[in-house]
């Protein structure tokens, strides 16, 4: 063995090192690697590697994509199953560590709020350090600071002024400061929900947009009108935000497109790619379901809501009991507040987003604040690849995967440089790994049953520590960390 060689090794393994200088190492002296994934289908969306390879990995990264056999102190079979990279759901409201297990078991190994997002990003990432088995990360968001700045007292999402108050110069002034403070402090995003605040002005949006494209951050943005219903229509609130990224130079990401379009998916799909072959910086995402869900209180449910959205009492469903709604139960709980499952979007449109190679997929998971909320947190990923894989056939499995670890990884990477090492497997990108069954991989959660875990799922690595075992929870570790973009100023 050459010198060269030995430094190589050494790099990879401490425990090697001490064992070459002679102190006994308790794992197999032989061992090069921290962790082996043996004879697994790995499939790299980057390259298009779709082979038997053998995975080494070592201080977190992935060290060695091999033909060959590996040595390793500890051997994952993954013989039958694929190896891919981590999921990285760029839409999760649900924050928290009961949230961060279910995503694990659906396969997620970074979970991303970047819509609504948090007015206060030190504090957001500090409140997660060393306490999460997946990664994490947050857009400083419109909503909460248009909350804060006008005193809005709704819980996640605004029912007072931030809704239905426009803002005045100072008003205005302040949300930039903040927002650009997010911004300055490792922000990944510009999040924005204008269904959500609809008092904001054409002109406030420009505003947040053109902050974004100072910090070359993209905008995620629930639009300002779904449906169908002219002047205020999907394709309108499409409109809108185009405009803006291409007024300011902000790249824009279009949440949620099927709950946005309706029937009118395949149009707003249409939109946004006719933008890209024009050249701006435009993508989008949806979920693998055919209900939305939202707080029945918020502004979303404002007079003119059937119309707009062409449904009716009938089609919604309050979360907490499951029981369908009448114009007598949507009054009390609307003053109540609590979520609500929406069936609005047609089965064809959630199909085509799914299908379309250019859509990502993300989750938009609620918040875990009761048993019934809806199931695309926990199932989004194994429902793609169960269902419309598997069964249906709607799309094949590179397709997803990409759609599912590159995609976004690509959308968030000019902006925090740490996804240039997420979403692939090659040499020296960090060891987020998804090892599934494709025979077997299937959502459990249900609109009637939601906290169930997917299936399939046989073993998840977060930076090089496994969070899920043999499709078991591993309790106790939390190798996750805060990803953030680069951070411009001191506190
Ligand atoms: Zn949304």
Redesign the pocket.
Known sequence: MKISDLAKMAFLSPLLLLGWIGIPSPADAQASYDVVIASGRVMDPQSGLDAIRNVGIAAGKIQAISPAPLNGKVRIDAKGLVVAPGFIDLHEHGQTLDAYQYQAHDGVTTSLEL?VGTDDIDKWYAEREGKSPINFGASIGHIPVRMRVMGDSGDFLPTGGAAHREADSEQLAEMERRVERGLQRGALAVGM?VMYTPAASHWEIVEMFRLAAKYGASVHV?IRYAGLKEPESGVAGVEEVIAAAAATGAPLHV??VSSMGLKYTPQLIEMVSGARRRGLDVTTECYPYTAASTALESAMFDEGWQEKLGITYKDLQWAATGERLTAETFAKYRKQGGEVVIYMIPDDAARACVANPMVMIAT?GMPHNGPKIHPRGQGSYARVLGHYVREEKALDLMTALRKMTLMPAQRLEKRAPVFHDKGRIRMGADADITVFDPATVIDKATYEEPLQYSAGIQFVFVNGVLVVKDGKLVEGVFPGRGVRAPIRTSR
Request: negative net charge; hydrophobic residues 15%.
């Open positions: 819509e929900g629930h949440v949620h938009d």
